[in-house]
């Protein structure tokens, strides 16, 4: 079954929408319930990863479920996605990730419009966005060759990992990364910050696109 691009935008505003105010408001919930930062990124991690397999079961077969201009950015190399196509993805993947952030403050009774002043900068921060992005990347182009049946579980999954392995609790993506911005709480970083995130993430992706490409396509031998 083929969708019209408007239903799959439609799809990525949604989903995008859905997994930053998840990913917001856990973060507010697990900040208010408890004092203990490792129990907070506890709380905030569960809910991203079980998000993210609801997500992608339910709208991947509408849009693909990118829901990250990362990776439609490494479908649209790959030639699977049209280049107009990918441009309105990510404006879809931004603006719905916006709304996400809005839309959770608003349930938690804070300033729906907000700057956050949490600072995620640093080589090392870089580093990890790289290695998050490479490592989400490196999972949908593996599941792809492999097992797209088991897709939502392994991205979902992989996210829940990546929170704790990586110094910037895995963003490994851009959209989530400038709506998070426009959030003052636990889950929120500097818009001064977003830029080298973003160009770390993409970074990431293109890495992955390079390495898994080479590895999942193996030559003929006589």
Known sequence: MIFDLKR???AEALGTALLVGTVVGSGIMADALSGDDA?????NTIPTGAILFVLITILGPVSGAHFNPAVTLVFAL????AVGAALAYLAAQVGGGVAGSLIAHAMFD???V???????????QWLAETVATFGLVATILGGLRFRPAAIPALVGLYITAAYWFTASTSFANPAVAIARALSDTFAG????????FVLAECG??????ALIGWLLSP????
């Open 8 to 10: 799959r935008l439609a």
């Open 39 to 43: 129990v907070s990124l506890l709380g």
């Open 78 to 81: 790959r030639r699977e996605i």
């Open 110 to 112: 804070l300033p729906i």
């Open 114 to 124: 907000q700057m956050s002043t949490k600072i995620r900068t640093g080589g090392p």
């Open 189 to 196: 970083i500097r818009p001064v910050d977003v830029p080298a």
């Open 204 to 209: 990431g992706a293109l890495l992955a696109l």
């Open 219 to 222: 030559q003929e031998t006589e």
